[in-house]
């Protein structure tokens, strides 16, 4: 079977709802990630087959096919470029970076850019469905849908907090695992660690045009006792909005391509993508597939959890990743170890390729082999994608 490489990743740094990035246009943001990638790579704009883009809340801002529109106003893509807007929820540009591969694997394309765009302060998280309710349009449950699922809301914050209870966790343990985020995201920015992944953009502030180019969400300040005197999401439950993930804005993408694509424009990967998987499972308690879906990647690829050096799972909320470390055996010292949504925000459909950024980065900076990306996904869906760095 043919190969797939990853030539570069990027992503911009995360944006507060209502902070810095809230002024920019989330199709001009999602442009911003595309052409740095053709900056960066110096491949010629018009040799690229498509563009796959992961977006959540298509609905406003993030409508009428985001991904094609980003092409549009994209500085160096031509309008000749194909474009595509799919949603797997959280995993869209994950799953983003799998068709990707697919699609050069396959030999019908060769090279191909994955990317992710979200703007939660210009279009609100679930916008697409409660502006549809408010209107008296209709509800996303369908009478089918309720008979296999009598009286069942599904609910990401109902999920987390089953995952809690599942696993024995406490919120002691939520609050330790959010400050580790913390302390894990500060110590990677004061060492310069996500410099070679940030695109900057530039923004508006009281004292003039500034490069956003730091992760607004960190807490520089965060303390566990702070961390710990948050109020909870749900009354009985454990988890609170400092042991979830952040709210964000924030676009990013990779460049996909073939090893023909590689030797004719003399390009040098970054990684070459070993495993795909994609796997269901319960959609109430919803958020646990990335364990089970682990453990059929790490089967297919013929590896072992010891045998990865790196590991992203996204910090959607604490115990998420906490499951998967007690379900895996993984060694928490690989986990994150740039910190991860808690700290750095999740930027719905662009969190697949921001993670696979990050992963790629730091496997170079570490000089480490192996790299596991892993997310979950509203309907109890998960992502896994393996790489080797190169």
Not at 200 to 209: A, D, I, L, S
Not at 246 to 266: F, M, P, R, T, W
Not at 372 to 381: A, D, I, K, S
């Amino acid at each position: 079977m043919a190969t797939a490489y990853i030539v570069d990743a990027v992503r911009t740094a995360g944006g507060k709802r209502g902070g810095r990035l809230a002024g920019v246009h989330p199709v001009d943001l999602a442009a911003k990630s595309l052409d740095a990638l053709m900056e960066r790579t110096g491949v010629d704009p018009n040799a690229i087959d498509d563009v796959v883009m992961g977006c959540v809340s298509q609905a406003g801002q993030q409508a009428m096919q985001v991904g094609r529109n980003a092409v549009l106003a994209s500085k160096h893509l031509p309008q000749s470029t194909p474009a595509v807007t799919i949603d797997r929820q959280c995993g869209s540009s994950q799953q983003a970076i799998q068709f990707a591969a697919q699609a050069v694997m396959s030999g019908t394309q060769d090279a191909v850019i994955a990317a992710g765009i979200e703007s939660m302060s210009r279009v609100p998280m679930g916008s697409n469905a409660t502006f549809h309710m408010k209107e008296g349009l209709g509800h996303y449950k369908s009478p089918g849908l309720e008979e296999k699922y009598p009286n069942v809301m599904f609910s990401q914050f109902m999920g987390a907090e089953m995952i809690v209870k599942k696993h024995g966790f406490s919120k002691d343990d939520l609050n330790q695992f959010a400050f580790e985020s913390h302390k894990r995201a500060i110590a990677a920015t004061n060492a310069g660690a996500f410099e070679n992944e940030i695109v900057p953009v530039t923004v508006e502030t009281p004292e003039g045009e500034e490069q956003h180019t730091v992760d607004e969400g960190i807490r520089f300040d965060a303390t566990l006792e702070g961390i710990a005197s948050v109020k909870l999401i749900q009354e009985g439950g454990s988890v609170t909005a400092a042991s979830a993930s952040q709210i964000c804005d924030g676009s990013s993408g990779a460049l996909v391509v073939s090893e023909g694509y590689l030797k004719q424009h003399n390009l040098t990967p970054m990684a070459r993508i070993h495993n795909l998987t994609v796997t269901a499972g319960d959609p109430v308690i919803m958020l646990e597939e990335p364990l089970f879906a682990t453990d059929k990647a790490l089967e297919r690829a013929g590896l072992s959890i010891n045998d990865i050096d790196l590991y992203e799972v996204n910090e959607a909320f604490a115990p998420v990743p906490l499951a998967w470390l007690k379900h895996t055996g993984a060694d928490p010292d690989k986990l994150n170890v740039n910190g991860g949504a808690i700290a750095l925000g999740h930027p719905l459909g662009a969190s697949g390729t921001k993670l696979m950024s990050t992963l790629v980065h730091a496997l170079k900076a570490r000089g480490k082999k192996y790299g596991l990306q892993t997310m979950c996904e509203g309907g109890g869906v998960a992502n896994v994608t393996i790489v080797e760095s190169l």
